[in-house]
């Protein structure tokens, strides 16, 4: 079976360079574009990474960082945790335009996730569309606000594997 293709978005976002990295790399708050999770990492290479519910009782992704230059490039893996597959590259890059940054994502390091594969495209062009209105605005769309209104409601009928104490027992 050859690997499925790579997912390699770009986005300019008229907003300066620093507040796109840092908003990219927000550590211990939540990041409004990333579904409304928090990030907890110390960013170092090899250090291990997780995208928390606000309150911390849920998990949604975890990885390790492998790469990160600041201002310019990061790169983690990237594993859900409601479907555990074999962990995948996510490359954020920066760069300077006049006005602005632009913002390129590639997905890559897919194996046989196909499902996962065709779904999470979408999912990076909604996170990288409401990057560029909150760095912008400062606000988010109502569709968003709302989505994240009604996941805040159903997280108890998440699976089991997305509990804190379960995805440190599995030794993410």
């Not at 409601?82 to 995948?88: D, Y």
Request: with cysteine; proline share 6%.
């Amino acid at each position: 079976m050859q690997p499925l293709q790579d997912h390699k978005l770009s986005i300019d976002i008229m907003a300066p360079r620093q507040r796109v990295w840092e908003e990219i790399t927000k550590t211990g708050r939540i990041q409004r574009a990333m579904m409304n999770t928090v990030l907890e990492s110390s960013l170092a290479p090899g250090s291990k990474m997780r995208y928390y519910s606000p309150n911390r009782k849920r998990v949604f992704v975890v990885g390790e960082v492998v790469e990160c230059i600041p201002l310019s490039k990061f790169v983690h893996t990237y594993m859900f945790t409601f479907r555990p597959e074999q962990p995948t590259l996510v490359t954020w890059e920066l760069e300077e335009i006049p006005g602005g940054c632009r913002v390129t994502l590639t997905h890559s390091g897919w194996t046989n996730q196909e499902a996962t594969h065709k779904g999470v495209v979408g999912g990076w062009r909604d996170i990288l569309a409401v990057f560029k209105a909150d760095l912008e605005t400062g606000q988010i769309p109502l569709k968003t606000r709302i989505i994240y209104g009604l996941q805040g409601s159903m997280m108890f009928m998440l699976p089991k594997s997305t509990k804190t104490e379960e995805v440190a027992k599995a030794g993410w």
